[in-house]
Nanobody
Framework: QVQLVESGGGLVQPGGSLRLSCAAS????????MRWYRQAPGKERELVAQ????????NYVDSVKGRFTMSRDNGKDTVYLEMNSLKPEDTAVYYC?????????WGKGTLVTVSS
């Protein structure tokens, strides 16, 4: 079955950096686009970044452009989210997502807290 396992969250000061990872299994990873979402307290879940199968095309929500970089390693069935210049408003649970044949799959999420 499809499984997505996020890791790498934690507490970081404003201006700091974190690298999130999402290890995938149960599907042919290299043939699917992957996405990172986040959900801040009291807010709806929002799409942060997505990357196409080969990694050649990516897009980002405006609020993270120039600060976050999504990448993938199709040999390791893993996607990453490199987050730099973190702000308190980036505080959220970050989720990995894939749509496989019309079904949405989610990881359990990893908490990122940006605070001094």
């Amino acid at each position: 079955q499809v499984q997505l396992v996020e890791s790498g969250g934690g507490l970081v000061q404003p201006g700091g950096s974190l690298r999130l990872s999402c290890a995938a299994s149960g599907f042919t990873f290299s043939t699917y686009s992957m996405r990172w979402y986040r959900q801040a307290p009291g807010k709806e879940r929002e799409l942060v970044a997505q990357i196409f199968r080969t990694g050649g095309f990516k897009n980002y929500v405006d609020s993270v452009k120039g600060r976050f970089t999504m990448s993938r390693d199709n040999g390791k069935d893993t996607v990453y989210l490199e987050m730099n210049s973190l702000k308190p408003e980036d505080t959220a649970v970050y989720y990995c997502n894939v749509n496989v044949d019309g079904m949405e799959y989610w990881g359990k999420g990893t908490l990122v807290t940006v605070s001094s």
